[in-house]
C-alpha cells in the first residue's frame, strides 16, 4: 500500500528529500534525452553509455517513486529491470549497434508491459493512470522498434529512444512536483 502524504509528514524531511531527488532526477533524465534526440549521429558507444545514463537515471525514479504507486513491488521491479539494461548498456560501451538494440528492446518492452499493468491496477479516479499508460505504450513501442531495426542507424535509436526517455523525464517532474504540492497541503 502506497503512503499518503500524511503519513509521509511522520517520516521528518524524507518526505521532502525524496520529492527533490525525483524532481533533480527527473530533470537530468529528460535533459539526457534532449541530448539523444540533439545528437543522433554519435558513435554506437557514445549511445550506448548516454542510453545506460538514462535507464539507470531513470530506474532509480522509478523505485523511488514505487511506494506512491499502487502496486509497488511492480513499480520497483520496473525501475530494477530499468537500472540492469542500463548497467548492461554501460557495462559493455563498444557493444554493436544490433546487441544493443536487443539490450534496450527487450528491457523497455518488458517494462513497458510492467508499466501497462500498474496502470490497469490503479484506481480509475487515479489522475496519473492514463500517463502511467502512455508511459508503458511508448515503452513497448520503442522497445519494438529498437528489436525490429537491429542494424538501423544511431540516428533512428537514439530518436527514439530519446523521446522515450524525454517523456519518462517530464513524468517524473510532474510525480515530484505532485508529491510536494500533497506535503505542502499536509503542512502544519
Given amino acids: 500500500m502506497s503512503r499518503t502524504a500524511t503519513e509521509h509528514r511522520g517520516y521528518g524531511d524524507a518526505a521532502g528529500a525524496v520529492w527533490a531527488v525525483l524532481l533533480v532526477l527527473g530533470i537530468a533524465v529528460t535533459a539526457l534525452g534532449v541530448v539523444l534526440v540533439?545528437?543522433?549521429?554519435?558513435?554506437?558507444?557514445?549511445?550506448?553509455?548516454?542510453?545506460?545514463?538514462?535507464?539507470v537515471l531513470s530506474g532509480i525514479t522509478e523505485v523511488l517513486a514505487a511506494g506512491r504507486a499502487p502496486e509497488p513491488a511492480m513499480a520497483a521491479v520496473f525501475g530494477?529491470?530499468?537500472v540492469v539494461g542500463g548497467i548492461v548498456a554501460l557495462a559493455w560501451p563498444a557493444v554493436t549497434l544490433w546487441a544493443l538494440a536487443v539490450i534496450v528492446g527487450v528491457s523497455l518492452v518488458?517494462?513497458?508491459?510492467?508499466?501497462?499493468?500498474?496502470?490497469?491496477?490503479?484506481?480509475?479516479?487515479?489522475?496519473?493512470?492514463?500517463?502511467?499508460?502512455?508511459?508503458?505504450?511508448?515503452?513497448?513501442?520503442?522497445?519494438?522498434?529498437?528489436?525490429?531495426?537491429?542494424?538501423?542507424?544511431?540516428?533512428?535509436?537514439?530518436?527514439?529512444?530519446?523521446?522515450?526517455?524525454?517523456?519518462?523525464?517530464?513524468?517524473?517532474?510532474?510525480?515530484?512536483?505532485?508529491?510536494?504540492?500533497?506535503?505542502?497541503?499536509?503542512?502544519?
Fill in 38 to 55: 540533439a545528437n543522433p549521429s554519435d558513435s554506437a558507444s557514445t549511445l550506448a553509455i548516454l542510453v545506460g545514463l538514462a535507464m
Fill in 80 to 82: 530494477v529491470l530499468l
Fill in 110 to 188: 518488458v517494462a513497458g508491459f510492467i508499466r501497462l499493468i500498474m496502470a490497469s491496477a490503479a484506481p480509475a479516479n487515479d489522475p496519473g493512470r492514463g500517463r502511467a499508460a502512455l508511459v508503458g505504450i511508448l515503452c513497448v513501442i520503442a522497445g519494438i522498434v529498437a528489436m525490429s531495426w537491429p542494424s538501423a542507424t544511431v540516428y533512428v535509436l537514439a530518436v527514439v529512444f530519446g523521446i522515450w526517455v524525454i517523456v519518462h523525464g517530464v513524468t517524473q517532474i510532474i510525480l515530484a512536483l505532485s508529491l510536494r504540492r500533497a506535503l505542502a497541503a499536509t503542512a502544519p
